[in-house]
């Protein structure tokens, strides 16, 4: 399998010169500020050379960390200055050649400040109409996504930025067929451009409730007021003509004047000498300096990291939108804001939101056309950027993504190397989060295989022991006893370090006896899934996933372990339950699910807890202080009555920076304590009651699995073996999807997505499931 460091052999200093050179001299096109040409020189070649060892050290530097985005501009900025003299065309081929050597990769993991990916992100709240209840709606900002789903958020912005991010539309020269970049000053195009702008400041407006319409089936206003919007936009006037489309359709009444404010972080990419060339001639002049075909010299060009003559990379156009952004965040908090930029910046926000790594999602978002207008949704909060994009103009939209998932879907088959009947051997690793279950599915699986003859091999500790190369054989001996077996008993692992390729292409690599007629079962959540997902499209592992996490946040399925863990949550919340009741106790019981509240919601619906405190809640401070504290205050002192609340861990509020149960106890207690109800009047003395917190943690993940749970496992593996047998191209590259016996389904890994939050379990729970409230 070839890497993307292999194929860049054919890139050469001379060659690099030769484009360089060739487009440094032309004359500048129209409108474009081109830099300086270098003078001429004969030793260009030589210096590029020296300047190898000075970019290898900024490298060594980045690994180490810049603190700041302007740390890491002024470090490479000082390569160009000293190490080359101030010439952009020796650093030009001695930053490419580097990159062609794989020299360079290293950058995209480099923690550079707030640029670095978050490893854990709160899930935004996006809610169904369906779902969406009065109660969920009332007093927060609800902005409507298209698609019949609204972004909550709570109406207090303080401590909080919202930002509207948007790109300019159609231009006269446009980003389909030219290098445009921040060195062009480009106009709209008047015919298609003007227009399109229009829509994008409809779509706004929709979306925000200028148009006092979305929200009318809820009978509720909107509270963002687009008369204090800022807005800000690049040099380009193209960024200006939209701020100016947009005003127009935020306006109901006419707007007071409103000017637009120049930010660097909105500039798009720096193309240097490229500025205004047309791509097909790019391509075609960049193959001819190197002597190799227009698909080959393609590869250079789409590489992050490849720095334009005279310009910059996408990687450094990445690094100054991600950092320009959060400083904006940062100095406008408690307002809205409407940013007018450029594709590459939406590209990098939408590739800094992903889950995935830079390079990965990089490639995901490698066909984000021109003509999809997204804008994308971010706040910024507590030095942190989260947020959402989402597109105008649907059904181009819509049709593109069916035709790139068909394109993807293409080429997972085409991936596909297992015959129908060939395979020999099953190897098997349990990743991530451990999970009652792991156990069953194990077994079975090596039941299975058994029975048509493979070998069944296990890895310790997942993705880590592969790079161990942890790998054993297995016998039925060594499988006796296995299928109740609590947790994992092959062990798990998180293991960061195999989010980098040269760390999975060494753990492929001890895969090697087994590529040719073997597949890896891989036992996780959806981290575990990417892990496999990037070994099976970068080295052709062939894999097959089993659903496993108590988090149960994989749409499609009902992953193992959710079950058991339920069950012993419940233990402890009955016990907690009549606890409560007979000592009139208020108890937070906090459960596993940073990243997700399907296990705490679960729990709390068949405990009939009191309430439940998930990150998923557009307003997590309002619901403790209405519904917690306003149930309380109902509920306390009255006889045999239980108060039962479930916190989904690390559920962001104002009383603790860890969230979850903490600071939670001494506020509510508080609280309580100020009633005047809970204080003794003559002939009258009210229960003594304490507040406490419970952290059920990691108990739950080495729950002893239930009947249920063990049988899912079984159905799964059995499956797995099975199809793998019969129609490997049916489920490698495939996550098995349970839903139930004779309803198991392949999912993609490409197409793996998050569950869904059960918004009308929740309304249920509370109540308040009546859109006009009880009858
Ligand atoms: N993008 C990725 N590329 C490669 N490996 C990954 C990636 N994301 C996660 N992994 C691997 O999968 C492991 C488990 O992922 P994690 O998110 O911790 O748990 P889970 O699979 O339960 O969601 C990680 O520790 C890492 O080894
Ligand atoms: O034990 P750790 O590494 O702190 O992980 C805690 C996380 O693991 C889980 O228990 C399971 O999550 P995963 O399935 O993603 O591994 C989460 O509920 C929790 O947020």
Redesign the pocket.
């Known amino acids: 399998m070839q890497s993307t460091t292999d194929s860049l052999d054919f890139v050469t200093i001379e060659g690099l010169l030769a484009y360089g050179e060739q487009f440094a001299r032309r004359p500048a096109i129209d409108g474009v500020s081109a830099p300086p040409a270098p003078a001429s020189s004969n030793d260009r070649a030589a210096r590029a050379r020296q300047a190898m060892a000075s970019i290898k050290d900024f490298v060594a530097r980045a690994r180490a960390g810049f603190p700041r985005a302007d740390a890491y501009r002024s470090a490479r900025q000082a390569v160009i200055d000293d190490a080359c003299a101030g010439d952009p065309l020796v650093f030009f081929a001695a930053w490419n050649r580097l990159l062609a050597e794989g020299a360079l990769h290293p950058l995209m993991r480099a923690p550079i400040g707030s640029v670095l990916k978050p490893t854990q992100r709160r899930p935004v709240a996006i809610v169904p109409r369906a779902q969406l209840t009065p109660q969920l709606a009332d007093g927060r900002i609800v902005l409507d996504l298209g698609d019949d789903r609204f972004w909550l958020l709570p109406r207090e912005l303080s401590g909080r930025t919202l930002l509207f991010t948007m790109r300019h539309g159609i231009s006269r020269v446009e980003s389909k067929t030219h290098r445009v970049g921040r060195r062009l000053a480009n106009q709209l195009d008047v015919e298609r451009g003007v227009p399109r702008a229009d829509v994008v400041g409809a779509a706004l407006a929709r979306m925000v409730g200028v148009v006092g319409q979305q929200l009318d089936f809820l009978h509720l206003s909107n509270y963002l007021e687009p008369r204090g919007f800022l807005h800000f936009i690049s040099r380009s006037p193209n960024t200006r003509q939209l701020f100016e489309r947009v005003r127009a359709a935020l306006a109901r009444d006419p707007l007071p004047p409103t000017e637009a404010v120049y930010a660097p972080a909105l500039e798009s990419s720096d193309f240097g000498w490229i500025t205004g060339v047309e791509k097909t001639v790019e391509v075609q002049e960049l193959a001819a300096a190197f002597g190799v075909e227009v698909s080959t010299a393609k590869r250079l060009i789409k590489d992050p990291l490849y720095c334009y003559p005279g310009g910059n990379s996408f990687f450094d156009l990445y690094v100054d939108v991600i950092d320009g952004l959060h400083q904006l965040g940062a100095a406008h908090a408690g307002q809205a804001a409407c940013l007018y930029t450029h594709s590459s910046t939406l590209r990098a926000l939408m590739i800094y939101l992903d889950a995935r790594p830079f390079h990965e999602a990089f490639t995901e978002f490698s066909d984000y056309k021109e003509s999809q207008d997204n804008v994308v949704l971010l706040t910024f909060e507590k030095g942190h950027l989260s947020g959402y994009s989402t597109a105008v103009g649907l059904s181009e939209r819509e049709r593109a993504s069916r035709d790139s998932w068909m394109a993807v879907e293409r080429v997972r088959k085409d991936r596909v190397t297992l015959k129908p009947r060939q395979i020999k051997r099953i190897v098997a690793l349990v990743s ?2 451990d999970f009652a279950g792991a156990g069953a599915a194990l077994k079975e699986l090596r039941v299975q295989a058994y029975r048509f003859g493979l070998e069944v091999h296990f890895v310790r500790h997942g993705f880590l022991g592969l790079a161990n190369n942890w790998i054993e054989p297995v016998t039925e001996e060594d499988t006796r006893g296995m299928s109740s077996h609590a947790s994992s008993p092959i062990g798990s692992s ?1 293991f960061e370090d195999f989010k980098d390729e040269l760390v999975q292409r060494a753990a492929v690599g001890h895969l090697a006896p087994f590529l040719e007629d073997a597949a890896l079962v891989v036992l996780g ?1 959806d ?1 575990s899934f990417r892990g496999a997902r990037a070994i099976y499209e970068g080295f052709g592992v062939q894999v097959v996933g089993i659903p496993g ?3 149960n946040n994989l749409e499609g399925t009902i992953s193992l372990g959710y079950h058991s863990a339920m069950a012993l949550a419940d233990q402890s919340i009955e016990s907690l339950k009549a606890t409560s009741a007979a000592m009139g106790s208020v108890f937070f019981v906090e459960v ?4 997700s509240g399907h296990l705490a919601l679960a729990c709390a619906y068949q405990a009939r807890a009191e309430g439940l405190l998930v990150n998923e809640h557009p307003d997590p401070d309002a619901y403790i202080d209405e519904v917690i504290l306003g149930t309380l205050k109902r509920t306390l002192g009255v006889p045999n009555k239980s108060h039962l609340f479930v916190v989904a ?1 690390r559920t962001p509020h104002r009383h603790h920076r860890e969230g979850g149960v903490h600071g939670l106890v001494d506020y509510v207690a508080g609280a309580i304590g100020g009633w005047a109800q809970r204080h003794a009047k003559p002939g009258q003395y009210p229960l003594t009651l304490a507040t406490k917190a419970t952290i059920l943690g ?1 108990t739950l ?1 080495g729950a002893p699995p239930t009947p249920e749970d063990k049988a899912i496992a079984q159905h799964l593996a059995y499956e797995t073996v099975h199809r793998l047998v019969e129609r490997p191209e049916d489920v490698v590259g495939c996550m098995m999807a349970y839903r139930e016996r004779g309803a198991i389904d392949a999912i993609p890994l490409h197409a793996v997505s998050p569950k869904q939050f059960d918004w009308d379990l929740f309304a249920r729970m509370h109540g308040t499931e009546l859109r006009n409230g009880p009858p």
């Open positions: 991530g989060g998180r959540g981290g996490t108590i988090d596993m699910g940073a990243g861990e990691h993940r």
